[in-house]
């Protein structure tokens, strides 16, 4: 099902059992396909949208839909990203994969109750600074949109959640690992997460995240599809496959990605979730990724279930 970008709504939904509201908020900016900047719960307005001339093509049964959103936060208003972590359940990720994270400058986890007012401000906010900032609807206010993303996810097939498109000046990143430090120059860096979902018969998903750079110039490949070996003009990669971060929700629940505190010079999370304006200054992110709807059921479709939990043990 297709999500109209353009329409505004509010919904209230319960999530483990207590009722919170995440106020959508999304204005068009610049010409079709521009970016937007929003806040959850954002999803389809029907008693707006025209009806389409043609038929809509209907989700595959293994799919699911994912929607994100990017927030950025200025240092003056840093102290509203710092009171989100009391809203995020982190435990959903074992202790191991948590001191990574934050070994590398990371931090994640999955909301419960509100938004802080703080952040919900910093929404409205973007969206008022979008419909008059020529830079902002330009996307040119800094190498990080505040954008509003629609995804159908395949069971186990790649997307690419970006957060950091390309950027213009090479980086140093310096990674941890059993307690090493090792560093490394990318180029024309673009930072992002290998997206994958899992959807069960139960109408929940897992989702796994791995944090990505693409770099370099691109050059011609052959990659593997279903229906063989294809040319493709893609850039190196490099992944990050001991910090992917598995977690099943449910329809509505929301996975919170940003840095850990202030980042340190070079690490991981400040290359992730830290982003330099067009007035020079810097700006912390927020990455939020919601469950919007699946489609498998072990009733109607256990064939289904039997199939995704194949990719899942993949």
Request: charged share 25%; with cysteine; hydrophobic share 40%.
């Amino acid at each position: 099902m297709l999500t109209d970008t353009r329409s505004l709504i509010c919904t209230r939904q319960p999530t483990n059992g207590t009722c919170w509201q995440w106020i959508v908020c999304c204005a068009l900016v610049g010409l079709w396909g521009g970016s937007l900047v929003g806040c959850a719960q954002w999803s389809k307005d029907t008693t707006t949208e025209a009806k389409p001339l043609l038929a809509q093509p209907k989700m595959s049964p293994d799919s699911v839909v994912v929607e994100s959103i990017i927030i950025r936060f200025p240092n003056e208003q840093s102290e509203a990203l710092d009171n989100l972590w009391s809203t995020v359940d982190e435990s959903v990720f074992d202790v191991e994969l948590r001191r990574k994270l934050a070994e590398n400058g990371m931090r994640g986890g999955v909301l419960i109750g509100e938004l802080p007012l703080g952040v919900r401000a910093r929404m409205e906010q973007l969206t008022n600074i979008a419909r008059n900032d020529p830079l902002e609807q330009a996307n040119l206010a800094a190498d990080v949109k505040s954008t509003t993303n629609r995804m159908q996810c395949r069971a186990g097939r790649r997307k690419e959640v970006h957060v950091r498109r390309e950027v213009s000046q090479p980086i140093v990143v310096l990674t941890s690992e059993e307690g090493r430090v090792e560093g490394a120059n990318y180029d024309q860096p673009a930072l992002l997460f290998d997206l994958r979902s899992i959807p069960h018969g139960d109408g929940q998903a897992t989702l796994r995240l791995t944090p990505e750079i693409q770099h370099g110039e691109e050059r011609k490949a052959f990659v593997r599809s279903d229906f063989g070996l294809r040319p493709e003009m893609s850039r190196a990669r490099k992944t990050w496959e001991d910090l992917t971060m598995s977690v099943k929700l449910r329809p509505g629940q929301i996975i919170a990605l940003s840095c850990n505190g202030e980042p340190r010079s070079s690490n991981l999370g400040k290359a992730f979730f830290v982003t330099r304006t067009a007035e020079q200054t810097d700006e912390r992110v927020l990455l939020l990724i919601k469950l919007a709807e699946t489609q498998l059921d072990e009733l109607f479709a256990p064939e289904g279930v039997a199939a995704a939990q194949v990719v899942a043990e993949r």
